[in-house]
């Protein structure tokens, strides 16, 4: 099992819809991290979180809206998704981000397909 | 833009061969990382280097980072068929905080 929780783990949604992703670590990590994985691609970074502050945002569309509520919870918003968003969504933590050798903990995601 | 170059792609081997995998940049990391990833998984860290020339071993599987910390290397020996899956080396760039940024990855099968 992983330290990482995220949910949920299946999503269906259409153009129109809001949805959100949730994700959830209790190991004191005080950075998140949101990834996203298509089929037969390594995990892409979108937004980074560090002391519960945004610290790295790639360039990725307003349709995705991140958010951290608190040190062991993190959130994805999603509005007016294409199908091409149709992906897994990957969560991870680590320690920190000023250290270089703080490994990432992911969640086992939520593979979102959007109709 | 920093850029890690995994090879091979795929994989197909018999279980009891050897088998290595590639990771190349011409940039410098603070550390490498290896993941393994099984479908309808996230990607479960098996180690860590962080040292110039840095030779790790985890049972049959061996790790080295690179003298120059741009490189390294995950050797398999006698593969078997539960070391399928995805192998994806992650680098750690420094922009003012470290980001993890990953190799395109090595989808291994080894067939019994």
């Known amino acids: 099992d992983t330290e990482v929780t995220q949910t949920p783990k299946h999503l269906v949604m259409g153009m129109t819809n809001k949805k959100s992703l949730k994700c959830e670590q209790h190991m004191g990590h005080r950075a998140m991290y949101w990834y996203k994985q298509k089929a037969k691609k390594p995990p892409e970074l979108m937004f980074v979180?560090?002391?519960?502050?945004?610290?790295i945002n790639e360039s990725v569309p307003s349709r995705f809206s991140p958010e951290c509520p608190n040190s062991s919870l993190l959130n994805l918003h999603l509005h007016a998704l294409q199908p091409e968003d149709s992906a897994l969504y990957l969560c991870?933590?680590?320690?920190?981000?000023?250290?270089?050798?703080?490994?990432?903990?992911f969640g086992n995601g939520t593979r979102l397909t959007v109709t | 833009t920093q850029l890690l170059e995994q090879s091979p792609q795929f994989l197909s081997i018999q279980e009891g061969e050897n088998l290595t995998v590639y990771c190349n940049s011409s940039?410098?990391?603070?550390?490498l990382q290896w993941y393994r990833q099984e479908p309808g998984e996230g990607p479960v860290l098996l180690v860590t280097?962080?040292?110039?020339?840095e030779v790790k071993k985890l049972k049959r599987l061996t790790f080295q980072f690179g003298d120059a910390r741009k490189d390294s290397s995950l050797h398999i020996t006698a593969a078997q068929t539960g070391d399928t899956g995805l192998y994806l080396c992650a680098g750690a760039i420094n922009t003012g905080g470290f980001k993890t940024i990953f190799g395109a990855g090595t989808r291994l099968f080894v067939k019994a």
């Open positions: 991870a933590s680590s320690q920190g981000r000023s250290r270089g050798n703080s490994p990432l903990h």
């Open positions: 979180y560090s002391y519960e502050k945004l610290s």
């Open positions: 280097v962080v040292t110039g020339g």
């Open positions: 940039s410098v990391f603070s550390s």
